[in-house]
């Protein structure tokens, strides 16, 4: 069973640009959460989508969205980019009540 | 605001030696996680405990859970430099219409061949 894939790996970008991550959950898992982890702040959630919905959204400004489609597939974006978006960012997928999934995450750099 | 946090922040310990982290938190909870990160990599789940719930074993893990002190410590027995890694807890945060795990800032662990 494959596990939760996020692209790209690793990502530069230059300060006002902006930027669009991918995850793919496990397959038949329908919930997806994306988390942003720093040094300082450690992990902080974003949001989390459930059968292409928006379910919860963390404490983000409004240059942070994401979306799911119908194969449960999810990307989150981040419009104007400042340096401080510099993070790891993790999306996890689970079903029923058990642990997440995570993926390897996307190292991104803004410069 | 962090939900979880763990203690200590960093453990160097000896091959061989067992390992205690302990997590607390805030408000009344579900369920407590365990997560392992290798260094800049993603979260691997270890354990979960629910809130009915005083201890759980896994190979070299035992997760313990206090909910009158709201705090839960994991050991791992019998070290091996390849459990050198982040250790987090997470507790489930009423958000929205479902529960979010809310990480602590982790312990970092160091295990020395």
């Known amino acids: 069973k494959a596990g939760v894939t996020q692209t790209p790996r690793y990502l530069i970008k230059t300060r006002g640009q902006q930027v669009t991550l991918s995850c793919s959950p496990i397959s038949g898992h329908r919930s997806v959460s994306w988390y942003q982890q720093t040094p300082g702040q450690g992990l902080q959630f974003l949001f989390e989508y459930f059968s292409e919905t928006q379910r919860n959204k963390g404490n983000f400004p409004g240059r942070f969205s994401g979306r799911q489609f119908s194969n449960s597939r999810s990307e989150m974006n981040v419009s104007t980019l400042e340096l401080g978006d510099s993070a790891l960012y993790l999306c996890a997928s689970k079903d029923g009540l058990y642990g997440y999934t995570f993926g390897s995450g996307t190292r991104l750099t803004v410069v | 605001s962090q939900q979880g946090e763990e203690d200590p922040q960093a453990l160097s310990i000896q091959e061989g030696e067992n390992a205690t982290m302990n997590c607390s938190y805030k408000?009344?909870?579900?369920?407590l996680q365990w997560y392992r990160q290798n260094s800049g990599r993603g979260l691997v789940h270890l354990i979960l405990i629910r809130s009915n719930e005083r201890e759980k074993h896994s190979g070299r893990l035992r997760v313990t859970l206090d909910t009158s002190k709201k705090s839960s410590s994991l050991l791992i027995t019998a070290s091996r430099a390849a459990d050198t890694a982040s250790y987090f807890c997470a507790t489930d945060a009423r958000e929205g219409g479902s529960y979010i795990p809310t990480f602590g800032r982790g312990t970092s662990l160091i295990v020395h061949p």
């Open positions: 408000t009344s909870i579900n369920n």
